[in-house]
């Protein structure tokens, strides 16, 4: 594994970083451990479809066929699996909160949202694609509600573009649904 990561990788785990510290300060999470996930989400982000394919292979991490059709979706995985190993990250809570900031899990802290949440409309994500708007406008009232926004497009878009959705991604979107209603 290369010790640097590209220049475009760096400014994008940057802006999730500040964003996820600001979510945190507005929602009442934990800046530092926010931050923290932030800075360790996309840590082989950069790396080949063959070489996701093959590190989780060699690590016995599951690869479903939806992994298998998209090897990003390994990424989470696999810079968990290198942060806990190395034991740069130490925390289970914040390790996990990485493996799986693809697709949320029902499990997620608050803080494991705030970087979430802040991976998905960083300000170059919202220039590129200004329907994440509404992701940012419902993560301003709450967490959760910015999250089942994402989720909500993420499915719209699926179904639109006939792709297939990590079966972690509609369980965690089916328990954001059950959340967000009955508190509202
Ligand atoms: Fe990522
Ligand atoms: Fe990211």
């Avoid at 926010?34 to 996309?42: E, N, S, V």
């Avoid at 900031?101 to 970087?115: L, N």
Wanted: charged share 25%.
């Amino acid at each position: 594994m290369e010790p640097e990561l590209p220049k475009r990788l760096t400014k994008h785990i940057d802006r999730v970083v500040t964003l996820a510290s600001e979510l945190a300060r507005r929602h009442g999470a934990d800046e530092a451990r926010a931050t923290l996930a932030a800075q360790g989400h996309d840590l082989v982000r950069h790396w080949s479809d063959e070489q996701w394919l093959a590190e989780a292979e060699a690590r016995g991490i599951e690869v479903l066929p939806v992994d298998r059709a998209n090897p990003v979706l390994l990424h989470g995985p696999i810079a968990a699996a290198i942060l806990e190993e190395r034991a740069w990250l130490s925390d289970p809570e914040l390790v996990s909160a990485i493996r799986c900031h693809t697709t949320g899990h029902p499990s997620y802290t608050p803080e494991a949202w705030c970087m979430f949440l802040a991976d998905k409309f960083e300000p170059n994500k919202l220039k590129r694609r200004p329907t994440l708007q509404r992701v940012a406008d419902a993560a301003e009232v709450g967490l959760l509600e910015g999250a089942l926004a994402y989720l909500e497009l993420m499915e719209e878009d699926g179904q639109a573009k006939g792709w297939d959705i990590h079966p972690l991604q509609t369980e965690t979107l089916a328990w954001l649904r059950s959340q967000v209603r009955a508190h509202a």
